[in-house]
């Protein structure tokens, strides 16, 4: 772990990763995309298990990420560049993967891999000020960080190819009404409160149910129907071998407030 590219801080449980490149925007290189690699790897600090939710952000208010590093990849050979997207959707599905609530928090710019990025959350909180794009066409690139796969199944595939085959960039306002963010703030710190008051409140929930959601509702893309119907079955019956199962319906029956063991 490192405090250079990346800041952590932790606060009631959140923990807050924030990209710190702002001389470049924020933009991802391998330096940035191999901490994240390693961070995610967990267990997340300060001490995993105490983790209920995790708010990504980029530092300053220009940018969330302006894309994966152009300088790096300009020069980069085939194997490089496969190695490098390798490791941007290798970060992404680790996001995607950890077993608590993500909130990507964008102000300013999340183009390229800086959407890619904010896609593997959760979900996406707005300030009025950002921007959203996959303009790797114009680069003579494509969404290499999951793109092609994630924003199609955020937004359907009819607004995924527009924005990838144009390369458009779309501003808060558009992004929510699409689906690609679920709320717009006028402030960054009111963004950033709402997000911690958001994941507060899911923490209030059983963790291991909330973490069966998520595996189910991730793992059901791209599977049939069929498919996903039985991953779902199978976390279902998972909720009854819990603890949190048993206290949470128990609490209900005694008109009392849960308290989760969290297993
Ligand atoms: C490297 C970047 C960068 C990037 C900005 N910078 N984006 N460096 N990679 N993606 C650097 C600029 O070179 C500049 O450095 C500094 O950040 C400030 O940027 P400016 O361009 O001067 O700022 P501004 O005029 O405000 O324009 C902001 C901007 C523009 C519209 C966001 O920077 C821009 O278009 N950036 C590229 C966006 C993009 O195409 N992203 C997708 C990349 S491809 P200096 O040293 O000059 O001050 C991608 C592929 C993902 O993400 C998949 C890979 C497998």
Request: net charge negative; glycine share 12%.
């Amino acid at each position: 772990m490192t405090d250079k590219t990346l800041l952590l801080s932790h606060d009631r449980g959140v923990l807050t990763i924030t990209v710190n490149r702002p001389d470049a925007l924020n933009a991802l290189n391998r330096e940035v995309l191999t901490e994240l690699g390693i961070l995610l790897e967990g267990p997340l600090p300060p001490n995993g298990s105490d983790i209920r939710g995790v708010i990504l952000t980029g530092a300053g208010e220009r940018a969330f990420v302006a894309g994966a590093d152009i300088r790096e990849m300009s020069v980069m050979t085939p194997d490089e560049g496969e190695a490098f997207g390798a490791l941007g959707q290798r970060v992404t599905r680790l996001l995607e993967e950890l077993p608590v609530p993500v909130i990507a928090c964008v102000s300013g710019y999340a183009l390229g891999g800086g959407c890619e990025l904010a896609m593997a959350a959760d979900f996406v909180y707005a300030t009025g000020s950002a921007v959203f794009g996959q303009p790797e066409v114009s680069l003579g690139l494509i969404p290499g960080f999951g793109g092609c796969v994630r924003l199609h199944h955020r937004v359907g595939p009819g607004w995924a190819k527009e924005l990838i085959y144009t390369g458009r960039r779309i501003d808060a306002v558009e992004a929510r009404r699409i689906g690609l963010v679920n709320r717009v703030f006028d402030t960054r710190e009111e963004m950033l409160d709402s997000a911690a008051a958001t994941l507060a409140e899911i923490a209030t929930r059983s963790p291991v149910a909330v973490a069966l959601c998520k595996s189910a509702i991730g793992d059901s893309v791209g599977r049939t129907t069929a498919d996903a119907l039985a991953v779902e079955k199978a976390a279902f019956r998972k909720t009854f071998t819990t603890g949190d199962m048993r206290e949470g319906t128990a609490a209900f029956l005694a008109k009392r407030p849960p308290s989760f063991p969290g297993r």
